[in-house]
């Protein structure tokens, strides 16, 4: 199928009969009888190509083409004009058409403007999306990482909402990225020279949380003029939503464009079913719902495992000044064949291991997973491992040196080591 064409004619039969002709050559033609009405049919992101007639009751084809550029400046609009119109055409093109086709006009005339206005609109689109990967990959803080179609479309959106005081809702399964995609929001806000203030919601008892709102010192306040990120606002308890929800419907603090906070908020399930179940608050979901973006599972994505892991890797190697480990083929297919329950985090966790035990980890993990949802002391064994096999490897498995850079008596590094299934010769000829 080929791009999409709008053509705008107040008369039926010119209408009806080049609708025909460019559906023949497959391409995807809306057509109407007038400009206004076409006007709201596209944006700044319409693939394809726009014909319109000149003279045309209601608004005219230059009034609709001055419409139309300042949806987009680079838009291709053809305009059709009389026959010997000239000067017309003139201004048309001065106002920015792409081209004019002089009524009558041959077909294969038509067909040629339309295929080199469709190539052109191609290579703009193409242009403006390898700008914004280009930024994305350049810009401060986290990278938003994957070329799956779908993260490709988030970080569009992203660039779109950016510099909108607009509130937005994030939802995904634990580990998707919600807190990197708000704090890649906040990093990109006008207000980005502040700190980002997290309340994590799931932590929160209802007396908590009114002392929060009330403490003029506190997290509330101090988020005025940034951005608030409500952390799994889906666990906040009841009462306490709707608290939240009067407090930013009556204080300074809104979460709308032009006021001074902005709201992100993310959730693991999705709001609008516990809306539903009456398990969420209807009043605190019209706040949030402004602007709702999902972030998808790994397992949905999984072209982009592999590239997000090595990514992982070199990054890890780099701050741990170790060379990065080859995958092997056996471990790429792991990989792919894995569900990741804790999706990126997971990926992440398992690279940083991977690097830190560089041989040894096939043998002791092979490709072992982490729970999803990993409790306090699931973490702290985690840094506890990643500390301990760092400090083997910096000390090329010299136990005297590892005692004393962690303050550890000796019997309880061996007992953590034991813990950890690390053994010191493995780290004897570390890098
Ligand atoms: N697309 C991505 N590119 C690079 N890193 C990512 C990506 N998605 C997630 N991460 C990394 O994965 C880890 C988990 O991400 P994050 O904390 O943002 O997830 P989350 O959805 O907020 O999780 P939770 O709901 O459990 O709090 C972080 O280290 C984050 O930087």
Redesign the pocket.
């Known amino acids: 199928m080929k791009p999409p064409v709008i053509f705008i004619d107040d008369e039926k039969p010119v209408r009806d009969s080049l609708g025909q002709t460019l559906e023949l050559e497959d391409y995807q033609v809306q057509l109407f009888a007038s400009a206004r009405q076409a006007l709201s049919t596209f944006d700044n992101q319409f693939p394809g190509v726009i014909i319109s007639d000149i003279n045309m009751p209601g608004m005219d084809g230059m009034t609709f083409l001055k419409q139309a550029l300042l949806i987009d400046d680079e838009l291709p609009v053809i305009m059709l004009t009389g026959h010997g119109d000239i000067s017309t055409a003139v201004d048309a093109m001065r106002l920015g058409a792409y081209d004019f086709l002089e009524k009558p006009f041959s077909t294969e005339h038509l067909l040629d403007v339309v295929k080199r206005a469709c190539d052109k609109r191609e290579l703009v689109l193409e242009n403006r999306e390898l700008k914004r990967e280009l930024e994305s990959q350049s810009s401060p803080g986290?990278?938003?990482?994957?070329n799956n179609l779908a993260?490709k479309q988030l970080r569009r959106r992203l660039y779109q909402l950016k510099d909108h005081g607009q509130s937005v809702l994030?939802q995904?399964?634990?580990?998707?990225?919600?807190?990197?995609?708000?704090?890649f929001l906040h990093d990109h806000s006008p207000y980005q020279h502040l700190q980002m203030i997290t309340l994590k919601c799931q932590d929160l008892t209802e007396h908590q949380f009114e002392e929060i709102l009330n403490d003029q010192d506190g997290k509330w306040h101090a988020a005025t003029g940034s951005t608030l990120y409500l952390?799994?606002i889906d666990q906040l308890p009841m009462a306490a939503q709707q608290r939240l929800a009067m407090t930013l419907q009556t204080q300074s603090i809104q979460p709308h464009p032009g006021d001074q906070v902005r709201l992100i908020a993310?959730s693991?399930r999705n709001l609008e079913s516990l809306v539903q179940q009456q398990q969420f608050d209807t009043e605190l979901f019209a706040i949030v719902q402004d602007c709702i973006l999902t972030?998808p599972p790994l397992r949905t994505r999984r072209d982009d495992i592999e590239l997000?892991f090595q990514?992982f890797i070199r990054t890890t190697a780099s701050r741990y000044n170790i060379e990065a480990p080859m995958l092997s083929t056996e471990q790429k297919e792991k990989l792919q064949d894995h569900d990741w329950p804790g999706?990126?985090?997971e990926?992440?966790n398992l690279a940083e291991r991977l690097v830190l035990l560089g041989d040894q980890f096939d043998k002791q993990h092979p490709l072992k997973i982490d729970s999803p949802?990993p409790t306090l002391a699931e973490k702290v064994h985690q840094f506890e491992f990643t500390l301990l096999s760092d400090a083997l490897r910096r000390h090329h498995g010299r136990l005297k040196d590892v005692q004393s850079e962690l303050g550890l008596a000796r019997k309880t590094l061996y007992d953590k080591m034991k813990k950890h299934g690390l053994d010191k010769q493995d780290f004897k000829d570390a890098l």
């Open positions: 986290p990278r938003i990482l994957g993260m994030l995904g399964e634990t580990g998707t990225g919600k807190r990197m995609v708000a704090q952390e799994n993310s693991e972030l997000i990514n999706n990126v985090r990926l992440r949802h």
